[in-house]
């Protein structure tokens, strides 16, 4: 029999995790990630050895974690949990674990109509699944989500599922402690009124957690097996889903089924009649949203919302280059998150991201409009950089440029004062 708790503590495993920790922080919007995550790296071998050493004694313990409720326009705030890296890495070596070595967790995640936090299962594959079943004859669809699906999920099912399937109990015990909520800013949240949306009581899991797809995934095995049979397809990407058929009478059955399935595991579906954009139903032929794509019988493409969500993480940026800018010229100092220089980098970082996880769409012509409106911000940018630089010093050009001075690195009394100096210079 495999031990669970000593694969963890591998230096492989652990190496392995890191590297993936590693890559997301390197991606992550968050510049306090992305911060955390260079701080582990500038000496990742004695930090690494350090957690080893910890999980080998039993001692290793998770740290508080920090809530983050994320603004959405006309919907409740999205509930984020940012963990500390070296949460993150235990937390990957066990999944790489359960993935590995415990069958059942393995068979959960072979559903071939399941997707999301799985090996190898990404958007790209759900979407060829759609394919697949409009190949087969499929013409309608009920299209859906969960609401509040990872804070209403109950913990204890999950654990008791895997105490069935897990001997090991000191894996165990850290598999129980990796998804439990303890978060460090408590009472902000609740000044703020937004301990609700946080799954810090029996129920509910961390979104954001290495853990948490997992999680969805184990919690909606029986969601899975049940919806498809009987000329009906499925296809779940965590707590999204949507249900094909041949039809429409077929489809809407099944997604009464699905209703049922979902009120056994104390969860709720968005009606495809209420006429949001979380649920809706029609002809495949006509196309439909699903996953930030719009799909549709030989056409994918990112999705409107999709393509918004871009142009206005691009419009962020420029936003807050512009404000810097009027900072520094205003007296005030360089933002550790920099000015123009940072912008560019931010920006070529959310444009990169977005087209890897678009690059299979086959609509070249919506990547092509989308470059040109980039194009036309950036040169709107780069207009109102030359115009706050234009009669500025030295010391703002470079500070807009995003370039810390020298002269404020060095010690005060090595700093230059002669203002003769500083003239001639600019």
């Known amino acids: 029999m495999v031990d669970l708790y000593l694969n963890v503590r591998k230096t492989r495993t652990l190496e392995n ?8 922080a390197q991606m992550s919007s968050s510049e306090e990630i992305r911060n955390s995550a260079n701080e582990f790296e500038s000496d990742y071998v004695a930090n690494l050895r350090t957690l080893q050493s910890q999980l080998r004694e039993i001692k290793f313990k998770f740290k508080p974690q920090k809530g983050v409720a994320k603004k959405r326009l006309g919907k409740d705030p999205r509930p984020l949990i940012i963990s500390p890296i070296e949460n993150r890495i235990v937390q990957r070596a066990i999944l790489d674990v359960l993935q590995d070595n415990v069958p059942y967790v393995k068979d959960v995640l072979d559903v071939p109509t399941s997707f999301g936090g799985i090996k190898g299962k990404r958007v790209e594959l759900a979407i060829v699944k759609l394919k697949e079943s409009f ?3 499929a013409k ?3 299209r859906s989500d969960i609401p509040s699906f990872f804070t209403r999920l109950k913990k204890e099912t999950v654990l008791e599922c895997m105490r069935l399937h897990v001997v ?6 850290l598999f129980a402690s990796a998804i439990e909520t303890t978060l460090a800013n408590l009472s902000e949240l609740g000044r703020k009124n937004l301990l609700e949306y946080f799954p810090i009581g029996l129920d509910g899991v961390a979104q954001g957690s290495p853990l948490s797809p997992l999680i969805a995934n184990l919690y909606l095995a029986e969601f899975d097996r049940e919806m498809n049979f009987g000329g009906i397809t499925c296809i779940r990407y965590i707590d999204d889903f949507v249900i094909l058929g041949k039809t429409e009478r077929e489809v809407f059955a099944a997604f009464r089924r ?3 399935i979902l009120k056994r595991l104390g969860l709720t579906a968005y009606s495809p009649y209420s006429a949001s954009d979380k649920a809706d139903y029609g002809q495949v032929g006509n196309g439909f949203e699903f996953l930030g794509c719009h799909v549709s019988p030989g056409l994918v493409q990112p999705s409107k919302k999709a393509r918004r969500s871009l142009l206005d993480k691009v419009d962020e940026e420029i936003v807050r280059a512009n404000y810097a800018a009027q900072h520094i010229l205003d007296g005030g100092e360089l933002f550790a998150g920099g000015c123009y220089g940072q912008a560019l980098s931010k920006i070529n970082r959310v444009v990169w991201g977005w087209g890897k996880a678009f690059s299979f ?3 070249l012509q919506v990547a092509k ?4 409106e980039i194009s036309n911000k950036l040169a709107t940018l780069d207009r109102s950089m030359r115009k706050f630089m234009s009669g500025a010093d030295y010391r703002a050009r470079q500070k807009i440029a995003g370039i810390n001075l020298l002269e404020e690195i060095f010690s005060p009394s090595e700093k230059q004062t002669d203002s003769s ?5 600019s």
């Open 17 to 24: 995790a890191w590297r993936v920790v590693k890559a997301s």
């Open 168 to 173: 090991d109990d000191s894996f165990y015990n």
């Open 361 to 363: 769409c086959n609509g």
């Open 258 to 260: 699905a209703e049922a």
């Open 369 to 372: 409009s989308l470059d040109v």
């Open 135 to 137: 190949d087969g004859g």
């Open 140 to 142: 309608y669809y009920i």
């Open 421 to 425: 100096t500083s003239s001639n210079a």
